[in-house]
């Protein structure tokens, strides 16, 4: 049964740091390239960040999360991460990872395969 499972939302004050993380089962995690997409109410939903496969995969940004957000991944642990400092309050949303096979354009969501459910960031303005 695949699973993605993603942990460490809440309520937060601008500025604050955050670290969400993102537990994978039911599939070969070294496969897998990984995404953090985040939806805000009445939006859509966008991209965050990706980070290839391996240990050293590369990484992908959104211009928003650029020098704010760091996206890693411990493949021993079948979990990857989204590290947020310098919180805002544009960057509250429902925070949700995901998985793609594929090797380009991970900043489409239609290209990944397996989503979790999603973790909610507040920042109150």
């Known amino acids: 049964q695949v699973q993605l499972v993603e942990s460490g939302g809440g309520r937060m004050q601008v500025g604050d740091s955050l670290r969400l993380s993102c537990a994978v089962s039911?599939?070969?995690?070294?496969?897998?390239?990984m995404g953090w997409f985040r939806q805000g109410a009445g939006k859509d939903r966008e991209f965050v960040a990706a980070?290839?496969?391996?240990?050293?995969?590369?990484?992908y940004y959104t211009d928003s999360a650029k020098g704010r957000f760091t996206i890693s991944r411990d493949n021993a642990k079948n979990t990857v991460y989204l590290q947020m400092n310098s919180l805002k309050p544009e960057d509250t949303a429902v925070y949700y990872c995901?998985?793609?096979?594929?090797?380009?354009?991970?900043?489409?969501?239609?290209?990944?395969?397996?989503w979790g459910q999603g973790t909610q960031v507040t920042v109150p303005s």
């Open positions: 980070v290839g496969r391996g240990d050293n995969g590369r990484t």
């Open positions: 039911g599939f070969d995690f070294d496969d897998y390239a």
């Open positions: 995901a998985a793609t096979l594929g090797y380009t354009n991970y900043d489409d969501s239609r290209r990944y395969r397996y």
